[in-house]
């Protein structure tokens, strides 16, 4: 292997740093710093005629035009680089690693500076609205404060793509699991009310996600955001969507078995719920797997609770909508089963 000779295309400090490990894996016997100038091209750069120290040459390459030129195109590099996912055939690991060298490359020390430009590099939301792409710039402006090193940039990022996983998607299957009782939001296909609108009943049924108790989550766009997005659920095994039932002939929604709030049942004539999260009123950032939420339609809340009603031989547990009080009993842990 030859010694690396310096011609103003690495930073000056990388390669002083190199030298003094070659040549001290080699066990040379001369004078590093005199190898380090004979070294230098001096066809590029020229060198003070007295050089004393590694520190010395370091700034005396950093103060020739060869070094300006090479943070500049350095810095043009960083302003055109682009984080591009996994599933859009990217490498996280190398972009970070991409990122970093030309932050050093640049001399761009500042933290500040440094989330600027990785700002930058994020893909911003395109005319079609795409929200599956401002994801990344949304979740790391929500962190940029507490960001105080490049090792937290790093980290903080890290998480944001580790996040990314559980994104609940359009037409993602989803169970929703009833957090006070820890039953999950079923349906059995066929199996109608023998009261109120005597649609597909609704129910809170197993302490497991079986096959009744799956959702189709869908929207419009492809990532769904707090207090902005309406969703429909669509029953995996009967098709059927979940909402409430309006009786033209009485002018009200059908009341529910046994408490005589709303009826919730499938295929009714209102469909589109609004969710939020229970702890931040003004939450503004996209649904994930196990956030618990609050699922609201025509103005009501979803609830259930232990109270049981009766088809044939057969006791369900209790979902309605109510326009009371939020509490316990209507808060919702919603589970990524699988993407489309």
């Known amino acids: 292997m030859d010694i690396p000779k310096y ?7 990388e390669w002083i740093n190199d030298i003094q490990k070659y040549l001290a894996l080699r066990k ?3 004078n590093y710093l005199d190898i380090a100038i004979s070294l230098v091209d001096s066809n590029i750069i020229s060198l003070p005629t007295k050089i004393n120290s590694f520190e010395e040459l370091s700034n005396a390459l950093k103060e020739d035009t060869s070094f300006t030129l090479f943070k500049c195109t350095n810095k043009r590099l960083l302003e055109l680089l682009k984080y591009i996912p996994e599933k859009a055939g990217g490498n996280t690991s190398k972009f970070m690693s991409d990122f970093r060298k030309l932050c050093y490359n640049s001399e761009i020390n500042d933290i500040e500076e440094q989330k600027n430009y990785f700002c930058n590099t ?3 939301l395109p005319n079609n609205n795409d929200t599956d792409c401002y994801y990344y710039l949304l979740e790391f402006i929500k962190k940029r404060e507490k960001i105080k090193s490049m090792n937290d940039l790093v980290k903080e ?3 944001i793509i580790a996040d990314e996983l559980n994104l609940i998607r359009n ?5 929703l699991k009833h957090v006070a009782t820890g039953k999950y939001l079923s349906s059995i296909d066929n199996l109608r009310y023998t009261t109120g609108s005597k649609r597909q009943l609704a129910f809170a049924g197993s302490p497991e996600p079986d096959l009744n108790a799956l959702w189709k989550i869908e929207f419009s766009g492809k990532l769904p955001m707090y207090n902005k997005t309406s969703i429909q659920l ?3 095994k009967s098709g059927s969507v979940l909402g409430l039932y309006y009786d033209y002939n009485y002018y009200a929604y059908c009341k529910s078995p046994i408490t005589e709030h709303t009826e919730v049942c499938c295929n009714g ?3 589109l719920w609004k969710f939020k999260h229970i702890k931040l009123e003004n939450h503004q950032g996209y649904l994930k797997s196990n956030d618990i939420i609050n699922l609201s339609i025509a103005k009501s809340f979803l609830r259930s609770h232990d109270v049981q009603f009766t088809i044939g031989n057969d006791t369900f547990q209790e979902v309605v909508c109510h326009s009371e009080r939020l509490g316990g009993n209507d808060e919702w842990r919603i589970e990524l089963i699988s993407q489309d």
């Open 269 to 271: 004539s209102e469909d």
């Open 28 to 30: 040379y016997d001369k």
């Open 234 to 236: 669509r029953h995996i």
């Open 122 to 124: 994020l893909p911003k």
């Open 171 to 175: 037409r993602s299957i989803i169970a």
């Open 157 to 159: 990022f890290a998480e």
């Open 7 to 13: 011609n103003g295309n690495i930073h000056p400090d």
